[in-house]
Structure formats: C-alpha cells, structure tokens
C-alpha cells in the first residue's frame, strides 16, 4: 500500500521560471492538501482540494501559485515566475472523506531551491 | 488568526531521560491537537494526538492537554537517541486544515 507520492523529490529553478510539483495522494483518498515548509519554521496550510474542486485556499498567495486535482491523475502545485523567496519544502498531504484529523497522510515533500 | 508557539530548542536530554516539549495555543475554542514527530528533510510523522483534557499515553509517549491554561505537552519517557528530531505542535483549523508551530529540536545523547 503506497504512501503519498511526491515528485520530484528536489527541484532546482532559476527567478522566473516554473515550478511543477507533483502528489499522488494514497490509493483510495480523494482529499489533497497542500503545505509548505519555510527553513526553520513549521509547516503552513496552503490549499485543499477534492477531485476537480479546490474547497480552501486560503493558504496560498494571491498572485504566482495556483492548485489542482483533476479526475485523472496527480494533484499539481504550479508556481509561476519563482522567486528567491518560494524556496522551501513543499509538502501533500492526504485523507479519506470525512476522515478526522489524525487521518492525515503526509507525502515526503518537494525541495524546491530558487537561484 | 489561530496561532501555536514552541521553544525551537535545541532541547538536549541525556539517554534514559524524560524530554518534556510544550506548546500553547492562541485559540480557545481548539478542540483536537497533534503531535509531529519530523527527521531531518523527512515528511512530518504523526505521533500523538488528543482531544480531552488530561494525559494520552502511548509507548513511552505521553501527551497532556490542559484547555484551561491552552497548554500542551509531549513527555517521553527513557528518551533515546533515535527521537533526536523536530517535535511539531499542531491544532485543527477545520477540514484537516492543521495549524503547526515551528517545532522544537531535540537532541538525545549518549
């Protein structure tokens, strides 16, 4: 039984590219949530999604970042235009509909590193 | 704006000794709260969560809650080197939306 998947495991961008990042959420669940790690800091909510629809995502930045979980496939975590400032660790959770709390899954994160 | 706040640490216990992490909370209407075990470059690791006012135990870990004063604490007991890591505090914003502190290193030595 895989764990959440998250690819790729580093990301290396130069200011002004794009960032892609990649979840699988565990076999079965349908709930994706998205965090990100700042160096020495705990981790902050960005965004949570459902297949097709983003339910909360208060988390993300108004501008450069955008979030999706089609039918088919992963979730996407898309940044536009990096910036010195993105360069964290960016990490996907997962759950089961109507699951609590302690039923979030955390995927191994996404490095991403901004030159 | 709910908020939780740790010590970053380092805390450093010798081997066989209880580490005792704390944690408040800003929001007195949290209800549920977690505790994240985290290695180095690793993903968060949930260890302990807890809901009621008292003690959780589980293993050599044991969680206390106390609403009244919006406290929270991670005890270990007989710590080793293995728990060397960030302990992260957590508490439910909604929806699985969870709401970390920074987190506190510990360091368990020989």
Known sequence: ?115 | QKEVEQNSGPLSVPEGAIASLNCTYSDRGSQSFFWYRQYSGKSPELIMFIYSNGDKEDGRFTAQLNKASQYVSLLIRDSQPSDSATYLCATSGGYNKLIFGAGTRLAVHP
Request: aromatic residues 10%.
């Open chain 1, 1 to 115: 039984n895989a764990g959440v998947m998250q690819n790729p495991r580093h990301l290396v961008r130069r200011r002004g590219q794009e960032a892609r990042l990649r979840c699988s959420p565990m076999k079965g669940h349908s709930h994706v949530y998205w965090y990100r790690q700042l160096p020495e800091e705990g981790l902050k909510f960005m965004v949570y999604l459902q297949k097709e629809n983003i339910i909360d995502e208060s988390g993300m930045p108004k501008e450069r970042f955008s979030a999706e979980f089609p039918k088919e496939g992963p979730s996407i975590l898309r940044i536009q235009q990096v910036v010195r400032g993105d360069s964290a660790a960016y990490f996907c959770a997962s759950s089961l509909p109507g699951q609590g709390d302690e039923k979030l899954f955390f995927g191994s994160g996404t490095q991403l590193s901004v030159l």
